[in-house]
């Protein structure tokens, strides 16, 4: 291979909601009218949270990716999804100040179709010179009830640095684009779900003749045959899409990486990520990787893994998939994705007006979780107010951030009046290490429970819901450290 | 050092509407219920009220901000009328208003009334109340019990007590403020309950079933003050004089330091210590005839007992199972039934409280009049342990 390539993939992190359905649960509640839905009801898929959406899905992945790194090294934040939440304004903006993304660096959203992720990592890598950037792809699928689609998708989120150097864990090889208007599915803008044209016709007629042209074109520049790709991943097509691509281009079977179906589903624009960094975490040093997303045509990149690296705390995609809570009540998913509305009660009606202004005086603190530090009598705390809440002085306290460091839960309950989309609301007063405490609310409390002295990790979810203007209030909450 | 209030100012007056869901009422009703009491409790004319101390907390399930409802209420014509507001505390701050004006020399006679109208809201449980424009982004909205219910975590980890004995320890506190309750014709609540029905009741906010809850409730309560010397000038006898007023407000202390361990109140702490050495206490076990603390929930009343130092660190829960603070006990603890069964309409509790110790210590309490009580503490906290306002009121016999 070529030794001039110093452009590549520098880190990678993955986020995937701690909830997954269990398929079977979605088959049953709808086998009154739709039997044949139970010929799917295998395995489990992912489910945000009525607080997860794809900005704080991008969020953990982005946290991940920083694991190990500094995000001042970053020039620039590109966000890939289908399914931001804001039209008009920048979410990529959002998920940086969350991350802490210096304000000089660039912030773009990129979209309009699943493959859009691997058309900003294609186009990241290929002005990598320019300094390194952390492309996110994160997807929040929304489908019809009763749909083949309810049973596929997934959310999720994947996060990739690139930038240049001799310490990327993997080299940027090249890619290949088609663009044709081969329409598998649409979703007009502002419509809540997909319109899927019929699987075969979108195998045999569009991934089958569409995408192993593209990989043979690439394999064809990089002086490579199939038998040389380790590890490939094809999303974007119908289910066995990938091994029937693989077949056609001689790659052997059991370097096709999993499609995720059984534990996670469909992730749309996050699906070739998630499959790269699968590839990324069991990759040996020469391996090639190949991961091509299948969509109004196709984009293919091409790597090869150069310093496979273990970086303490990073949860990646096995640790994600890992991290689950069963869950089997479908109607969370209705309730959380606003397909349902049930009666919540008055305590519901309650107007969340956010003032636009003092977000932003504060949003160091809102999205970035910075308190602060005294430099007089060293306290941390949150909020940072202009008197330090342990010595009184005013003035002088320094930026300190709160979302990475250890803590545990000091007091607690769980509450069962107040109003919280996902019952009971646990909160309680979360004691950092670092002597900072604060009352926060406490999510993803799993079977064991929680107690005081659990400990706890941050994780950036929406706060709440502002439905009469469609604004949604972002901070960090903490959750049973998995 | 300020010399403190004690025996500068006299009560002359009380009164104290029918507390519960008054369908019936509206807050301009329930004020003139308790005011008409208070006047004639006093024997003076309205006119011969110089200032007034109005105290309501939340004003969108009530009659709106300002004095001006109450002037309106009682038609209290050209005379100062400030409003007060410190969440559940709102009541006391009313009296505290009205004696440091008597105190001062400002007035001669000052009106101090607190009324809450919560069954208007269309729900149980108190309205949602949001918190100011930066606190709204990060702080989460915790209902009153899932507030409170912290204090329970917070107990069981530091003295090591079962979830299942503090669990029962918090259901006799209620079971006892029902025994008391039964007996108030004025209480919200007025029957008794078993602990078996206490223990299983459906839970708000962990450990807190609907027991150890207190009463949602309309109603308003009143107090007419003045100088010792005037009210003898107007034939009273025996007067009850006011020993300390204290006033304890979180600094975020507990909620934003290690300092706190979820086990007690500081603000209570606070105001207690302030509040003994003003009326000159120094063994609240032995010397406070009977305690009308803020049991909002039935876990506040019993970690109050710790700090208010009736009970040793600890103890308190063992000491409600020993009936300490029965109304046979060694302190009789919410005689009249307390928030839990008298309720607690916010704006009035403080005075309400205050209210039943001038019963007690006039003789007048009926059915469930103490022996020979001389001194009572009122206990009245605003928002939650960690982040709230500890106002105490002791008022008794003067000379004692």
Redesign the interface.
Known sequence: MSSLNTTGIKSFGAFIPRRRLQRSAIAAAHGWAFPALKAQAKGERSMCGWDEDVLTMAVEAGRDCLRGGSVSNLSGLSLASTTAPYADLNNAVFVGAALRLPSHASASDTGGSTRAGLSALIAACESAADGEKMIIASEHRKAKPASVQEMQFGSGAGALSVGGGDDCIAHYLGSETVSVPFIDHFRKAGADFDYSWEERWIRDEGVAKIVPAAIKRLLQRLQLGGDKVAHFGLSGGPKRSDSFVAKLLKISPECVLPDLSAQVGDTGTAKPFLQLIDALEKAKTGDVILVASFAQGVEVVAFEMKNPKVIAGRRGLAGSVADRIEETAYMKLLSNDDQIELDWGMRAETDQKTALTQLYRASDQIFGFVGGQCRKCQAVQFPRLPHCVNCGEASTQDPYSLSDEPAKIATYSADWLMYSPSPPLYLGLVQFDSGARLLMEIVDVGADGIDVGTEVTMTFRKKERDKLRGWDRYFWKATPKS | MASGIKDKVAILGMGCSKFGERWDCGTEDLLSEAFLEALADAGIEREQIDAAWYGSALERVNVGTSAIPLSTALRLDGIPVSRVENMCATGTEALRGAVYAVASGAVDIALAIGAEKLKD???G?LP?S?KG???????????A???F??????Y??KYGVSREELKRSIGRVSWKSHQNGAKNPKAHLQKTVDMETILNA?????P?GIFDCCGVSDGAACAIVTTPEIARSLGKKDLVTVKALQLSAS???E????DW??SYVQNTRNAAGAAYREAGITHPRKQLSALEVHDCFSITELVTMEDLGVSEPGQAWKDVMDGVFDADGIVPCQIDGGLKCFGHPIGASGLRMVYEHWLQLNGRAGERQLRNPTIGLAHNLGGVP??GVCAISIVGLEGV
């Open positions: 809201t269309g729900y449980g949602i949001q424009t930066l606190n709204d982004l990060w702080m989460p909205y915790a209902s019990p899932a507030g219910a912290q204090l329970a975590a917070g069981r980890a459906a839970i708000i906010a962990e807190l600094s975020g202390r909620q934003g330091t290690r361990d979820g960690y982040n």
